[in-house]
Nanobody, 125 residues
Framework: QVQLVESGGGSVQAGGSLRLSCAASGYSFSRDCMGWFRQAPGKEREGVGIIYTGFGGAGYADSVKGRFTISRDNAKNTLYLEMNSLKPEDTAMYYC??????????????????WGQGTQVTVSS
């Protein structure tokens, strides 16, 4: 049974940093697509960024480019999201997600089969 468990959320002031982790179990996502999504109250879930765990770099939403970095430790089967220069508009529940195969379908929540329970990130001004 595939499980994704996020951790690392919290409350920070604007300009601060947080690092989220997503530990996967039940399947080794070594040549698959994993990503981070977020959902603020009253808004639709949106993609933050995705990464192909086999090779290559990550892709990001315009709103986080230059501030957020996705990385992956295949040995630990863990995905990370390093968030810097946080803004109040980054406040949301952050979710880790995974799908088999490539990231060709892009940062589309409906394309991802597996989801974590989410971790809250709150940025105060």
């Amino acid at each position: 049974q595939v499980q994704l468990v996020e951790s690392g959320g919290g409350s920070v002031q604007a300009g601060g940093s947080l690092r989220l982790s997503c530990a996967a179990s039940g399947y080794s996502f070594s040549r698959d697509c994993m990503g981070w999504f977020r959902q603020a109250p009253g808004k639709e879930r949106e993609g933050v960024g995705i990464i192909y765990t086999g090779f290559g770099g990550a892709g990001y939403a315009d709103s986080v480019k230059g501030r957020f970095t996705i990385s992956r430790d295949n040995a630990k089967n863990t995905l990370y999201l390093e968030m810097n220069s946080l803004k109040p508009e980054d406040t949301a529940m952050y979710y880790c997600a995974a799908k088999y195969g490539s990231c060709a379908s892009g940062i589309r929540p409906d394309r991802f089969a597996y989801w974590g329970q989410g971790t809250q990130v709150t940025v105060s001004s």
